[in-house]
């Protein structure tokens, strides 16, 4: 579960609204299957930087700009924001979202009939339904029972006013202020592990050492960023932080963006991280083993990426990047419940390859992000995780682990090389591109130039402010 850093000043309103429908559509649901399977357990990734923003809304009362819109008087809105609303206030999906609600739909259409960005193509009245119904669709179903309000308001599908709005944001804030005392105390009950991912997302491997991602001889890169330190704080505040707030100080680290290094190992290692996970091609690389797949996605010997290794003392598995890709991308298009049935069918397929296996267990890791895919699934994905999660329930030889305890129990492979890079096998997406090397290089400068600071004013009262801004400009964001 990630978002980035979405203000320009530590007290300024978010620049998007991802955090707060995120939160009101997934964060706190997807835990709560647990409590509606017996022997469901789930794996947890909480990047810090969601976490203090998700604290920001619940119990500082932040605003984004979506929200502080739909809280001010319509006949206080400029043309500005009326541009803004029709711009932005349909950013939804619209076979689930917008489809099904016949008056968002009546805008949507109204909207993509107009001429470009006419602003007095809606009513005042129009644009107060807007601002409601928007907010609405993001809000999961299944917080319909714990709010007699929310289902008045759903129900009551138009003639929304600036009262029934600043409702819904009150609805918003009150399902985020329950994220976070749930997770704990399904953390507490074993029913969930949670790991973390360094404090504001960076790319670990380049902060610790540039020289891993095989830049060309031609490039003007420095040889050193200088932000190996960097790289370690990021992960000590991103383990304290989440000590902090859960009194539970995580085991595992979840690289950003599964990248990974032998110098991110040892660093790893040096913090006390008992484990990682990283992806499939990184292990094929490091084994230098090529996982052939069928024309239906099936590998054809999954024993090696159902194992796990250790490099060094530091734990390792991998996941198989195949089944995140169809949940992703691919079941969406189709029936949720169809789908969540092909997915345990390709779990039995790949159990039924290991009959000749020397080993009792084999872990089967799926890790994605949490958040993305939903809206594109009808009832927000309900459907086919309570399909999935019951198949699984259901059957003896499959079994849901929490990560650490299972480590605990099996037998770990050694693993004497493992390969520099991320789920795209290499560094490109962030680095060897002539304006993202730009960037590399301006943020070095700042570094440098912080440094130089910091040792000739080492009690000046912004440099923890200052530090904080660097580290979100390191991040992959």
């Given at each position: ?55 920001d ?85 299944v ?7 929310l ?36 953390l ?32 003007d ?12 704080q ?6 304290n ?69 250790n ?11 195949f089944i ?53 699934y ?29 480590l605990?129990?099996d037998?770990?492979?050694?693993l ?26 301006y ?5 440098d ?29």
């Amino acid at each position: 579960m990630h978002q980035p850093v979405y203000q320009l000043t530590p007290t300024g309103d978010f620049l998007m609204p991802w955090v707060r429908l995120h939160a009101v559509k997934d964060y706190l649901d997807m835990a709560l299957f647990v409590n509606k399977f017996k022997k469901l357990k789930l794996n947890f990734n909480l990047v810090p930087v969601l976490l203090d923003s998700l604290i920001d809304y619940g119990e500082n009362n932040i605003h984004d700009i979506h929200s502080r819109l739909t809280v001010t008087d319509v006949s206080d809105l400029t043309d500005d924001d009326k541009e803004f609303i029709i711009n932005n206030f349909f950013d939804s999906n619209y076979h689930h979202m917008i489809l099904p609600n016949e008056e968002y739909d009546r805008l949507y259409q109204k909207y993509q009939a107009s001429d470009g960005n006419d602003i007095n193509i809606f009513s005042e009245q129009e644009y107060s339904d807007l601002l409601a119904i928007f907010n609405l669709v993001w809000i999961d179903s299944v917080h319909k029972k714990s709010y007699p309000d929310l289902e008045y308001l759903i129900n009551k599908k138009k003639n929304y006013t600036l009262q029934d709005r600043i409702k819904i944001i009150n609805i918003h804030r009150d399902i985020i202020r329950k994220i976070i005392p749930t997770y704990k105390k399904l953390l507490d009950k074993n029913k969930i592990e949670i790991t973390t991912s360094p404090y504001y997302h960076p790319i670990l491997p380049i902060l610790a050492d540039i020289g891993c991602a095989n830049l060309p001889s031609s490039s003007d890169m420095p040889k050193d960023l200088g932000m190996y330190n960097d790289a370690k704080q990021q992960c000590e505040l991103a383990l304290n932080r989440i000590e902090e707030i859960f009194s539970f100080r995580p085991k595992g680290i979840w690289p950003c963006e599964h990248c990974i290094s032998p110098e991110v190992m040892d660093l790893f290692k040096s913090i006390g991280v008992k484990w990682t996970v990283s992806d499939e091609n990184i292990l094929s690389e490091s084994l230098n083993i090529e996982f052939a797949r069928d024309f239906r996605g099936y590998m054809e010997d999954p024993y090696h990426i159902l194992k796990s290794y250790n490099y060094k003392g530091t734990n390792i598995i991998f996941r198989d990047s195949f089944i995140p890709n169809l949940i992703g991308f691919e079941y969406p298009n189709h029936s949720s419940e169809g789908t969540a049935k092909d997915l345990y069918e390709r779990i039995k397929i790949v159990q039924s390859k290991l009959l000749s296996s020397p080993d009792d267990n084999h872990l089967l890791t799926i890790a994605m992000d949490g958040e993305n895919c939903w809206e594109n699934y009808k009832n927000d994905g309900y459907t086919f995780l309570s399909t999935l999660y019951s198949l699984i329930e259901n059957d003896e030889t499959l079994e849901t682990v929490l990560i650490s305890d299972y480590l605990e129990q099996d037998k770990q492979k050694p693993l004497n090389f493992i390969s520099s890079g991320s789920w795209n096998r290499g560094f490109r997406l962030w680095i060897d591109e002539p304006l993202k090397n730009l960037a590399w290089k301006y943020l070095k400068q700042v570094k440098d130039d912080f440094e130089d600071f910091v040792n000739n004013n080492p009690d000046n009262n912004n440099i923890y402010a200052a530090q904080k801004e660097l580290f979100i400009c390191e991040g992959s964001d």
